[in-house]
């Protein structure tokens, strides 16, 4: 089977997040054919102005490029006062611009988030999930994964423990092959 490939970006740039601890998580239950790179280069990423037209910074230009690339962009969000947080907020501003490649064009997306409170970042996902769909992406809603009072299950090895997770993860993992699967042309033998 061909391989899927997923680029996974975490809101959280802090080290010992619960986002990083749900993606960390994710990576591990990750299975072939999916192939999940983690994007983690915040800093390279300036903050989004307008004024500064093309040609793009060169790092905003390389993630416009793996995301046109990839089969499926995975975005695990913190929330912040009920909402999406600037950072993620910035990148998805860059990635939207109506310049080649046009990466969220038609991308599938899945999103996930935790959080110590009990609705696990159901919110930023909402505002992010609209965001991500007005910037054109096919956002993979049947399944999202938000975890509330994650701080819970989080273990020393900078992962989540509970089975009910895993088993969410596992399902958001379904729906991305039977995704990918749906809309890869056939090849005939």
């Not at 499926?72 to 109506?98: A, H, Q």
Request: charged letters at 25%; glycine letters at 6%.
């Amino acid at each position: 089977m061909e391989m899927i490939d997923v680029l996974a970006i975490c809101g959280s740039t802090r080290e010992g997040s619960l986002n990083r601890s749900l993606l960390r998580t994710a990576l591990r239950l990750a299975e072939t054919p999916l192939r999940v790179e983690m994007w983690d280069d915040h800093a390279s990423v300036p903050r989004l102005d307008a004024t500064r037209g093309r040609p793009f910074p060169p790092a905003v230009a390389a993630l416009r490029d793996r995301v046109a690339a990839a089969d499926v962009l995975l975005l695990v969000t913190p929330e912040l006062n009920r909402s999406v947080p600037g950072e993620m907020k910035d990148l998805i501003d860059w990635l939207s611009i109506l310049a080649p490649p046009r990466p969220l064009t038609g991308k599938p997306v899945a999103l996930m988030s935790a959080s110590p409170h009990r609705f696990g970042g159901a919110f930023a996902q909402l505002q992010l999930g609209d965001l991500l769909r007005r910037a054109g992406a096919e956002v993979l809603s049947d399944l999202e994964v938000a975890v509330g009072s994650a701080h819970l299950y989080q273990d020393s090895d900078g992962g989540l423990t509970s089975e009910e997770i895993r088993r969410d993860i596992a399902r958001l993992w379904e729906r991305v092959l039977t995704r990918v699967a749906t809309s890869r042309p056939v090849v005939p033998a």
